[in-house]
RNA sequence: GCCGGGGUGGCGGAAUUGGUAGACGCGAGAGACUUAAAAUCUCUUGGGGUGAUCCCCCGUGCGGGUUCAAGUCCCGCCCCCGGCACCA
């Protein structure tokens, strides 16, 4: 008996592919498109392990299953390729990331082939290729020249570890989302990216796409809009005003006080000098404290200011505190407090015995409090629902939520307050201080420098606002012509669009400085250099990009990947994007999601691309986790390679099992032995194929399987496979792939139970659609059954037949009270009457009705009839 | 604390959205083949009622409810996983 040699299989028809380029994506083919996605991975030493292929597999299957529907499917894949493990790698060992990088590509490459993965690999691209980061810095310079990029010395995220700066969206509960090491705070000069422009575009957008709601909920709290208002409160004493945003306007008749956190800017103006020192010493204070500490704190902490305010409502004067409770990057680092109804105003109060009254009534019953005295209240805690206003003047008695309005627009009228809106999100810090990056393609130069600060240029307004921003807009100053970016950021100059890419020099150490300067600094010759501009000594940047920055456009690149004139071209771009289908892990919900969305919105309104949404459905692929039910890693030792398995069991067995183990967005342990169960099909169809029974049956087809020649099972048999393809179909659309195979599981038991024959013509049609999952099995077998020079896979899906798979005998169920007592054996369509006239023959249920009554007799057409009896 | 997803055999998991709970696979047990083992094949496999093939009872985290009928719907709990967390 021959059996299945998959190691023969598998090259000879992997090969075939290669050689008839059968899944090569075609531009401007007239056949509907579908652009099916992976994420990229970083190319790590260690290889692919189990868990990586189970998205790949997954759109494999789909990008299978989409070209036999006729599609002209585009399935890529690349290189996510910069970042600090190739760096540490190279300060380990000196060998330089490029040359490490290539080789882990080389090994992902050929494990990817190993599987069978269907990609279109003359599109395959490298995030750390000049030709491809030329076009991550244009972009780059894009934002730079629109103003969205700004340069600040601001304390950040600093991970000890990889001794780089992080963005927030890099910090997981206090931690290097990297590493695992606590962050740090560090004062270091920062480019940031201005994604809070972004922040209504990225809400927005969120509402037509096909995401799990899981990662849609995600941005939406990480982005955290917030309505509510901005309300002033004059400075006794001072000229000027101090501003607070607030979501419950309604309470302001309970501000009893106002907290700025410590970092905020007008904190030691209006400290009066005898709590000057105190003050101080609290701002060194929280200077000290890491973020989690500041969190963490479970007592408030805060000193007072000496300063007053006036609460516009009431008019009264009110204490300014400093707390370390108030945030300084939310809304304006300083609120208004108000005890009575917010639970952290509430902690403060009673520890600093500072007045709380109370405005919202729970119940409408009227209570009145002397808003003269401090009054010992005997509130618990703060009641931060919604209810009806109490001392609050001519606003009592009305409920809370139409008073938040009413009292902003009263306020307004006096120009104290204002309709405002707030979000969480902040900008997003873009500066790495390590080697293995794009370079920024910025340079500083002094005179430059000079030239625009002394020009005192009109469209920055105060605070770095900028006002009346115009596209693209060229500043002429003293015969120089600057971008936005360039006046927003005095003396940074970019490097002219020609010079791109702007390379990576080879540096001797790549050890970071840990000072907060990349590795790059240290070479001279490469920093030192001229101003594009005016031609005068000037230095170049040295940070380089954050390892997000190649992936944030990636998947426009496949569509045109060699193009030298542009990022890609606009009508390749119009034929292909968005992506109809992206497969990825969740854990990137709040990062390249987040960035990638991003960096389209804004291309979109440059008018570069042709659409603002990068990835139009997404799902996320669960987890694989080791045996031992943890996560899967080389210092737990408990990494399983497909590598093995694929040598042992074949790649379609391991393709299959990928898929069979479990619901594919759900996490779930590898388990050693599961692998034999598909492989054991596998086999079962490949000896039907190779030792039963060939034949030719009366109508002179060919037939395979079983010895025995019988209408009926014949016919049951039809109706399976044509039960099978329907659910088949329907589970690849539903990405239920671990059903679809069961069910071709249950295809073949039959086919080998009823030792009955099926025509070749049939069998086929159960390879097709075995095909995506198993396509080296599935090839071979096409072969033996079929002399041709065609691929498997430019068959056509094949159809189902509703009407083959609707039986004409159907199990009707009989219940006794709701409970199966018996079954019989009946023509589809059966009427009531005729139903219970059967049923009420059966011996068992006769038994039952003994000495009882039938009170109603229910009956489903074609499932049960019940019998309620007394 | 808030948001999202769950709890079904020894295990991974099915169940047409209210209609035969446990498909498919793993594991386990028995048997066949073999000098033997592995592999393969066949049968059995939720628990119980002292005899797997007849019959009955119980059973989908717990407690109630709706219904002829509940894993599925409603109310009240418990537990697990993931995310966010002083966001004013």
């Not at 309470?251 to 800017?265: N, Y």
């Not at 200077?287 to 805060?302: A, P």
Request: with cysteine.
């Amino acid at each position: 008996m021959e059996k299945y040699d998959f190691k023969k299989i598998e090259k000879k028809w992997q090969k075939f592919w290669e050689e008839k380029e059968i899944f090569k994506a075609k531009d401007f083919s007239k056949s509907p498109k579908f652009y099916i996605l992976d994420m990229f991975p970083y190319p790590s030493g260690a290889g692919l392990h189990v868990g990586h292929p189970r998205g790949y597999i997954a759109t494999d299957v789909i990008a299978h299953y989409m070209r036999m529907k006729g599609y002209n499917v585009l399935h890529p894949m690349g290189w996510d390729a910069f970042g600090l493990p190739a760096e540490n790698y190279a300060i380990k060992t000196g060998i330089h990331p490029r040359i490490s990088t290539k080789q882990n590509i080389a090994q992902f490459k050929e494990q990817m082939k190993m599987i069978g993965l269907s990609y279109d690999w003359s599109r395959e691209i490298n995030t750390t290729d000049p030709e491809y980061y030329k076009w991550t810095q244009w972009i780059f310079l894009k934002f730079f020249r629109a103003g969205l990029v700004y340069n600040k010395t601001l304390p950040i995220n600093w991970c000890p570890s990889c001794k780089t700066g992080l963005a927030n969206e890099e910090v997981v509960g206090g931690k290097c989302e990297r590493c695992g090491t606590e962050v740090t705070k560090k004062e270091i000069p920062q480019w940031v990216l201005k994604i809070t422009a972004y922040a209504e575009k990225l809400l927005e957008g969120l509402d037509k796409l096909d995401w799990p709601e899981k990662i849609k909920e995600m941005q939406k709290n990480w982005i955290g809009r917030s309505e509510g208002a901005m309300i002033k409160f004059q400075i006794s004493n001072f000229k000027f005003q101090i501003e607070v945003f607030t979501t419950r306007a309604d309470t302001i008749f309970g501000a009893t006080f106002l907290v700025l956190a410590p970092e905020h800017p007008l904190v030691l103006e209006i400290t009066t000098p005898e709590y000057r020192e105190e003050v101080k010493k609290y701002i060194e204070e929280t200077k000290k404290k890491l973020d989690v500490e500041r969190q963490e704190e479970k007592e408030k902490t805060g000193v007072f200011t000496g300063a007053y305010a006036i609460n516009p409502a009431t008019e009264e004067k009110i204490p300014i505190w400093v707390s370390d409770y108030v945030l300084p990057y939310y809304g304006t680092g300083a609120i208004m407090a108000v005890p009575a109804h917010d639970q952290r105003d509430f902690e403060f109060a009673r520890k600093y015995d500072l007045p709380i009254i109370e405005v919202i009534s729970q119940n409408s019953r009227l209570k009145t409090q002397n808003h003269n005295s401090k009054l010992k209240t005997k509130l618990e805690k703060a009641y931060e629902g919604e209810g009806v206003l109490v001392n609050s003047g001519q606003f009592d008695r009305m409920p809370s939520q139409k008073a938040r309005e009413e009292i902003v627009k009263w306020l307004k009228l006096k120009g104290l307050a204002e309709f405002a809106v707030n979000y969480k999100l902040r900008d997003w810090i873009f500066s790495r201080q390590r080697y293995w990056g794009e370079p920024i393609p910025l340079v500083f130069c002094e005179e430059c420098k000079k030239r625009i600060q002394n020009s005192k240029f009109p469209p920055v307004g105060r605070a770095g606002k900028i006002k009346n921003l115009e596209k693209n807009q060229i500043y002429k100053i003293q015969n120089y012509e600057y971008s936005l970016g360039e006046i927003l950021n005095p003396g940074w100059i970019a490097v002219p669009e020609e010079e791109l890419p702007l390379t990576l020099p080879k540096v001797e150490k790549y050890q970071p400085t840990g000072t907060g300067e990349s590795p790059l600094a240290g070479i001279k010759d490469w920093v030192e250099t001229k101003c594009p501009k005016c031609g005068a000594p000037a230095k170049r940047e040295t940070n380089t990009m954050p390892q997000w920055a190649g992936s944030c456009w990636y998947f426009i690149r496949y569509v045109d990947p060699k193009n030298n004139k542009a990022l890609a071209d606009r009508k390749l771009m119009e034929y292909w994007l968005p992506v109809d289908f992206y497969v990825g892990g969740a854990e990137h919900a709040v990062l390249h999601l987040l960035y990638a969305r991003f960096w389209t919105k804004f291309l979109y309104d440059q008018e570069i691309l042709p659409f603002n949404e990068p990835f139009l459905k997404l799902r996320n692929q669960g987890l694989i986790l080791a045996p031992d039910g943890r996560k899967m890693s080389k210092s737990k030792g408990n990494v399983i390679n497909p590598d093995d398995l694929i040598k042992e069991y074949g790649a379609d067995a391991f393709r299959l099992y990928e898929m069979f183990m479990g619901p594919f967005d759900q996490p779930i342990s590898w388990d050693p032995k599961g692998i034999l169960g598909t492989k054991r099909f596998l086999e079962k169809v490949f000896q039907i194929v190779n030792s039963i029974h060939w034949g030719v049956a009366s109508d002179s087809k060919l037939q395979i399987g079983g010895s025995e020649n019988n209408k009926e099972t014949e016919n049951r048999l039809k109706r399976k496979l044509h039960q099978t393809i329907k659910k088949v179909t329907e589970d690849i659309e539903a990405m239920k792939f671990n059903t679809a195979i069961a069910s071709m599981m249950e295809f073949v038991n039959e086919l080998q139970n009823s030792n009955c024959k099926l025509q070749i013509e049939d069998f086929k049609k159960f390879l097709i659609i075995l095909a995506p999952f198993a396509p080296h099995f599935a090839e071979e077998l096409y072969h033996q059954i079929e002399k041709t020079e065609k691929s498997i896979f430019e068959e056509k899906w094949p159809e189902y037949d509703e009407t083959l798979i609707e039986k004409e005998i159907i199990t009707l169920i009989v219940q006794i009270n709701g409970k199966v007592r018996d079954q019989i054996q009946v023509k589809k369509g059966i009427s009531e009457e005729e139903a219970k006239e059967l049923a009420l023959k059966l011996e068992k249920i006769q038994k039952w009705l003994k000495g009882r009554k039938i009170k109603k007799v229910i009956f489903v057409k074609d499932r049960l009839i019940n019998f309620v009896v007394r």
